[in-house]
């Protein structure tokens, strides 16, 4: 079955240091789409990065990269530089068609501290 | 472009009342998915509606329901609500809902609170 595992409930950053937030996936579908959304205090969910399970390389956008390792079946967020405002509860998502509907699957979420 | 709209924001309701959340997807966007969040819970799929027609469901009782109307706004009703469905209520629109890489946009939710 589908499943999105997110291991770390809370982690703390210095500002300005570089931080991973963990992601492994569970998919028998061979086309997926991986996703990460950033969740603060107000509660919108902010889409940060895709990847997709035949990019080649890994997504960036900014400050934010994701660190694609298929035959791990690994998806990790890894945002460089942190600040303040990165504070926030992240989430890993993926979708795919296993389930015969592209349904979006959500990990439970980190919450990440930036300490300043 | 707008993003996701959502009314009401706040929402303060008793027990056995019913509510009706609204969503507004971006222009151009043809699904709409509605998401519930709790602490306990995290986030968890109600529904997904594209052109009209529900096409998704999660494992939630018969007192959750949607639509979706032909400009793509979709809404969801909670009848006789429980004090268990105070909640974050988060809707997202995608262009469509047939292939991985389409990415959801969500909105600024619908806090719900049930006395």
């Known amino acids: 079955a589908q499943k999105i595992t997110q291991t770390q409930p809370g982690m703390f950053v210095q500002e300005k240091e570089a931080v991973t937030l963990d992601c492994t996936y569970d998919t028998s579908d061979p086309s997926y789409g991986l996703f990460w959304y950033k969740q603060p205090s107000s509660g919108e969910m902010i889409f940060l990065i895709y990847q997709g399970s035949y990019d080649q390389q890994n997504a960036t956008e900014g400050r934010y990269s994701l660190n694609f390792q298929k035959a791990r079946k690994s998806a990790n967020l890894v945002i460089s530089a942190s600040q303040l405002g990165d504070s926030a509860m992240y989430f890993c998502?993926?979708?795919?068609?296993?389930?015969?509907?592209?349904?979006?699957?959500f990990g439970t979420g980190t919450r990440l501290k930036v300490l300043a | 472009k707008a993003g996701v709209t959502q009314t009401p924001r706040y929402l303060i309701k008793t027990r056995g009342q019913q509510v009706t959340l609204s969503c507004s997807p971006i222009?151009?966007?043809?699904?709409v998915s509605w998401y519930q969040q709790t602490p306990g819970q995290g986030l968890q799929f109600l529904f997904e509606?594209?052109?009209?027609?529900?096409?998704n469901k999660g494992n939630f009782p018969g007192r959750f329901s949607g639509r979706q109307f032909s400009n793509s706004r979709s809404e969801m009703n909670v009848s006789t609500l429980e004090l268990g469905d105070s909640a974050l209520y988060l809707c997202?629109?995608?262009?469509?809902?047939?292939?991985?890489?389409?990415?959801?946009?969500f909105g600024p939710g619908t806090r719900l609170t049930v006395l």
């Open positions: 998502a993926m979708r795919d068609l296993t389930s015969g509907t592209y349904k979006y699957i």
């Open positions: 509606y594209f052109s009209e027609t529900q096409r």
């Open positions: 997202a629109s995608t262009l469509s809902p047939r292939t991985s890489e389409d990415t959801q946009y």
């Open positions: 222009s151009g966007h043809r699904s």
